[in-house]
């Protein structure tokens, strides 16, 4: 029986042991927010699991807003302030941060069968021993592309990888065995993981950057450009994605939100799969997110609303509607029973992405990770803009940076 069932079986035997007749409840009107588009067919997509749960649920009313990610984070903080907020969002990990830190939505324990889900995709929105969202997809994570044409096979591991790139390096006529965006962190992450490390110390809060590890990723990537010779001498992420394109790339690092992209541009002769292990160290891990439900911290005193859009959660996040979004949406599903599911499974792109994060770990949410990546983001930029650059001195200089920012007074520390 449904939550929502539950409450109204329960406030119609209250009625029946008082003497008097239960009052018809009244419809309950959910808004709920998503991240999701139009472009891509995401938000027809949500508002098609809306329209058939209303179908079922003639006394539930679900407004659906697309909003993109910072008009929704922003637009929700006002909201909640002014008394208005939405009683849903489908949005991104990243809010538990700021949502928590505000109080705009209640945490979730005892009300959800965390069983149901992925265990790492359900910790990407867990903080401070609370769970404060509920998966409904896992990806966002970072992956190697080949082209088969220019690399038959997918290498093992970072040596056959170089080898494979060195192959097909031709830089004078503009041809790269690998490629990916050299401006941005997020492409650091994985391998800093590889080498043991992570930005965070176990207090969750205190960066670690200025360490062992760091050095270590920050050297393997410097190498690749400039001892290997395989990349360009500049690439943000719109170069490396039209190299790879165009033929002018064997390899590319890049996210599992290109999936569909480079299977419309190189069909069979695309293959997908982890980012291969780095000889003397492990498999890359890259961070991984996906899309989340939030639920308003308004909603916490509302039982009626409350269990509708539990209900609404729990209908979404069920091995059907999930397999319907493998088919709609090419996305891996959070549901632990549907990423077994033969649309998965079965089908060589989205199985290579499958693998490939099951080497992802959770990317945190803290509001301090906005600094991290900030000083991170600096040092990479400083690393490939050099021959010279010196990793270890790029390790401090990230280090004394994200401290500086989460620091009291610091721009991702308390006030």
């Known amino acids: ?19 008097s007749v239960a009052p018809v409840a009244a419809a309950t009107d959910i808004t709920f927010w998503t991240k999701e588009g139009e472009a891509d067919g995401s938000l027809q997509f949500v508002q098609k699991l809306a329209d058939d749960f209303m179908a079922a649920n003639p006394d539930v009313n679900i407004t659906v807003v697309n909003k993109d990610v910072e008009a929704l984070r922003e637009d929700f903080l006002t909201s909640s302030l002014a008394g208005n907020a939405p009683q849903l969002l489908w949005t991104v990990a ?24 992925l265990p790492n995709a359900l910790a990407a929105v867990q903080a401070e021993g609370e769970t404060w969202g509920v998966p409904i997809s896992y990806g966002n994570h970072l992956m190697l592309f080949t082209n088969k044409e220019l690399v038959p096979d997918f290498p093992a591991d970072s040596d056959a990888m170089i080898a494979a790139a060195q192959a097909i390096t031709d ?37 670690t950057l200025d360490t062992e590890a760091m050095v270590s990723a920050l050297t393997f990537l410097h190498d690749l450009k400039y001892a290997d010779g395989i990349m360009p ?24 939100w290109t999936v569909g992209a480079y299977v ?49 959660i729990d209908y979404v996040t069920a091995p059907e509607q ?4 493998v088919e709609a949406l090419g996305r891996l599903p959070a549901n632990a029973v ?39 983001t600096a040092g990479v930029r400083d690393l490939f803009a050099s021959e010279g650059s010196d990793p270890a001195a790029i390790a401090a200089a990230m280090q004394a940076s994200a401290d500086a920012g989460v620091a009291p007074g610091g721009e991702c520390g308390p006030a």
């Open 338 to 376: 549907a990423i077994e599911d033969p649309l998965v499974t079965e089908d060589p792109f989205l199985a290579g992405s499958a693998e490939a994060i099951q080497h992802g770990i959770p990317q945190p949410t803290n509001l301090e990770m906005r600094c991290v990546f900030d000083s991170m």
């Open 171 to 207: 830089a004078a006529a503009g041809d790269y065995g690998l490629v990916f965006n050299q401006t941005e962190s997020f492409w650091l992450v994985p391998f800093l993981g590889a080498f043991g490390g992570s930005v965070f110390a176990e207090d969750g809060v205190t960066p």
């Open 1 to 19: 029986m449904s939550n929502r069932f539950k409450i109204a079986a329960l406030a119609a035997s209250l009625a029946m042991v008082a003497g």
């Open 264 to 312: 419309d541009a190189f069909g069979e002769n695309l293959g997908i799969g982890p980012i291969p292990p780095i000889v003397g160290a492990d498999y890359p891990e890259p961070y991984a997110a996906g899309a989340f439900f939030m639920v308003s911290d308004a909603v916490a005193g509302d039982e009626a609303t409350q269990a509708a859009v539990l209900d609404f």
């Open 233 to 256: 001498a500049e690439a943000d992420y719109n170069v490396a994605d039209g190299l790879f394109k165009d033929g002018k790339a064997g390899m590319i690092v890049n996210g599992d």
């Open 322 to 325: 999930q397999a319907a979004m």
């Open 94 to 117: 990243d809010h538990v941060g700021p949502f928590t830190a505000s109080g705009t939505i209640m945490p979730l324990d005892g009300l959800i069968d965390a069983g149901e889900y």
